[in-house]
Structures are given as structure tokens and as C-alpha cells.
């Protein structure tokens, strides 16, 4: 059984810095893909960041500059180092991993920016 792992969220001051990690465990070889996302009360979940296996990122235009997604080297393992956080980045933060056939969602992890 696939799972996800999230760890790193809390609590910030607007403009500080949070890290969050993930790892996947329960199959055999690395994700195709691997993604945060992010939802907040009231809104739809939304892509924040995602890293191919070969190092290709996407970000969302609100995060653009102030996040960096990256996979360690167990290529089953993403980060997103947060700086310059916004009160507007509070909302539950879900990890996301992609392989050929399936997809896998992380319990979630909740990042609350104070103002």
C-alpha cells in the first residue's frame, strides 16, 4: 500500500520561511512526478508546484519566486522550502505522487501564516 508522508508545516509570521517534506513508501521504484498542492477554507484544492523525474517544475503564478519544490535523492522524497510567506498561503498543503497507472494523495499538512 502506497503512502504519503507530509511533515513540516506550522506556524509563520508573514515573510518568514516554512519546509515541507514528503516521502513515499510501498512501491517499488520512483514517482513519474511528484506535486503540492494546497487548499484553503472555502476553495477549491489548487497546484501549487510540481518536479518531473527529470527535474522539469511548474508553478503556480501566486508562488512563483518565494517557493522551491525539489526531490531528494531517495527520488521518492519532494520538498517545497517556502519563503516570503503571505497570510494568503494558510491552507492545508497536500502532497502528491504519480506514477504510470496511479496517483497518491498525502494526509495533509496545515501551514497557517499569521499577519
Known amino acids: 500500500q502506497v503512502q504519503l508522508v507530509e511533515s513540516g508545516g506550522g506556524l509563520a509570521q508573514a515573510g518568514g520561511s516554512l519546509r515541507l517534506s514528503c516521502a513515499a513508501s510501498g512501491r517499488i521504484g520512483s514517482p513519474d512526478a511528484m506535486a503540492w498542492y494546497r487548499q484553503a477554507p472555502g476553495k477549491q484544492r489548487e497546484l501549487v508546484a510540481t518536479?518531473?523525474?527529470?527535474?522539469?517544475?511548474v508553478y503556480a503564478d501566486s508562488v512563483k519566486g518565494r517557493f522551491t519544490i525539489s526531490r531528494g535523492n531517495a527520488r521518492s522524497t519532494v520538498y517545497l522550502q517556502m519563503n516570503s510567506l503571505k497570510p494568503e498561503d494558510t491552507a492545508v498543503y497536500y502532497c502528491?505522487?504519480?506514477?504510470?497507472?496511479?496517483?497518491?494523495w498525502g494526509q495533509g499538512t496545515q501551514v497557517t501564516v499569521s499577519s
Open positions: 518536479i518531473t523525474s527529470g527535474g522539469h517544475t
Open positions: 502528491n505522487a504519480l506514477w504510470w497507472d496511479a496517483g497518491y
